[in-house]
C-alpha cells in the first residue's frame, strides 16, 4: 500500500509546552533530534536515523527524491493540517556552494558540510489560543500498525504523563563565558573599505560580509542547549527558530529569513536586506521603522538580490513563470526591523528540491551580486570557512513540499565528548556592503544582530571601541 501522511489527536495534553515536550522525549544531549518553530506557532518535533550518503549531496538528494516519486506520499486536502511532511530533516552548510557553484574551498571546518536525519514521524503542536494547542502526531505509513502503532501508544502516553509531572527548576546558569570576536572594529571597518573598493572597481554591485564570534564556558561548566534556546525564543522569536541535533552539533536559530519554500510545484524565497534596531519609545520606533523604509543604501540591497533571486529561480522555472510578489515591505520583529521582498516561481515539470539548490544556494542575500564574484572575493577578505552560517535548515518532504530558513540569527554548540554540555559556542553575523555603505554603521548593524544570541548565551557584547 502506498504511504500517506497520518495524524492522530493526542486527547487531554492541550497545555503542553513544546519546551516540555522536547525534554520529555529527546533530553539526551547524546541523541539526534529536531524541534522547529514557525511563524503561524507551530512546533515540530521529532527524530529519526542519520541519512547516510556517499558522494556529493545534490545527486544524492535528486535519488531519494526520485525514489519518492516511484511511492508517492498521499496528503489529504485539509488546510489545517500542520505545517510539516515526513521526509529529511537537517542543515546545509555554506560550503555545499562548493556543489552549486564550483568554487573552490580548501578550508577546513569542524561541521560536515550537510546533515539530515530521515524522518518518518513526529510531534505537532499548533499554536496556542487562549490557553490550549492542539497536539497531534504525525507519520507516513499505509496505516498505523506493527511498530508505528506501538509508537503511537507509546508517545500518547507519554505526552500524556507530562500533565502531571511537577514544573522544571530554574538551570543554573554556567560561569560567565568568554567572547572573542573573529575581526576587531578596526578590522571590521577595514573589511567594508576593502569591500567598497572592489565594488567601485565594479567587481560587484553588493557584498554581504560576515565575522564570527566565538564563545566559551569555563572550565567543567557547559551549555545547555535548550535553556540557551529557551531563552532565545523569549528574547528574539522569529519565523524560523529551531533546534536541531546531529552528531553531536547542536544548531539553535532565531532566524528571520526563509531561504526557500516548495510546495504544489511552486518554489518562493522571501530576502531580507535592509535592519533598523527597535526602540521602546513608540515614536522613536516608528521613526526607525520609517527611515528603513526610506533609506535608498537599503532599498538598492534589497533591489540587488530581487533580481540575483529572479534570475536563480528562473533557471528551474518555467518560461514566463518568474514574479515578484511583494517588494521592499518593512517586517518588525521583536528586535529589529527588517525590509524584506518575495520572489515566486513556477517550477518547470519534473523540478524538484535538488534542482532547486542547485539554481539558488547559497542564497544571495548571504553573498551579494554577481553571485560568483561576491562569493571568491568575500572567501578572500573573510580567510575562514563559514560553516553552518550563511547555509539553510529546515525540511524536505517526500511528497516534493520544503521549507528551509536561513541559518543566520543563529548559533552552532560544540560539546568536547558525545553526551556532555557544549563548552563552545558560535555565531556568525554580517551585513550587505554597497558603494553607499557608512562602514561605522555596518560595524552597528553587526552588533546587532548579535544582541540576542550573545545574551541567550549570557555572554558579554565587545567595547564600541573595540
Known sequence: ?????????????????????????????????????DARGWSIIGTGPRWQFHGPLLPALAAREQA???DPLTVDADVEAPPFRPGLVGWLGYGVSRETMGVPDARPTRHPDAAFLL??????????IEGERRIELLAAAPSWTGELDAWRRRTDDDLCALIRTPSRPEPALPDRPSVRWRDTRAEYL???????????????????????????????????????????RAISPAPHGGVLRIGGVTLLS?????????????????PVKGTRRRSGDARADAALRADLAASIKERAENVMIVDLMRNDLARVSVPGGVEVTSLLEVETHPQVHQLVSAVEAR????????????????????????????VEILDALEQRARGLYAGAFGWIGRDGSADLGMTIRSI??????????????????????????????????????ADALLDALRAPRPPAHG
Open 1 to 37: 500500500m502506498a504511504p500517506r501522511l497520518l495524524r492522530h489527536r493526542v486527547a487531554g495534553v492541550s497545555t503542553l509546552d513544546p519546551a516540555t515536550v522536547f525534554r520529555a522525549l529527546h533530553g539526551d544531549p547524546a541523541s539526534d533530534a529536531f524541534w522547529f518553530d
Open 347 to 374: 517550477l518547470r515539470p519534473g523540478a524538484g528540491v535538488a534542482e532547486v539548490l542547485a539554481a539558488a544556494f547559497p542564497a544571495g542575500s548571504m553573498t551579494g551580486a554577481p553571485k560568483r564574484s561576491a
Open 190 to 232: 577595514a573589511a567594508v573599505r576593502a569591500c567598497q573598493a572592489t565594488i567601485t572597481r565594479g567587481d560587484a554591485y553588493v557584498l554581504n560580509l560576515s565575522t564570527e564570534i566565538e564563545v566559551t564556558t569555563a572550565s567543567g561548566t557547559g551549555f545547555d542547549p535548550l535553556d540557551v534556546y529557551d531563552r532565545l
Open 119 to 128: 524522518v518518518d514521524r513526529a510531534v505537532a503542536l499548533g499554536p496556542l
Open 68 to 70: 519518492w516519486r516511484d
Open 412 to 449: 552552532v554548540l560544540d560539546a568536547p565528548a558525545p553526551g556532555s554540555l557544549p563548552t563552545r559556542a558560535t555565531i556568525g553575523v554580517g551585513g550587505g556592503v554597497t558603494a553607499l555603505s557608512i562602514p561605522e554603521e555596518e560595524y552597528d548593524e553587526v552588533l546587532l544582530k
Open 254 to 270: 532565531s532566524s528571520p529569513e526563509r531561504f526557500v519554500r516548495v510546495a504544489d510545484g511552486r518554489v518562493s524565497t522571501h
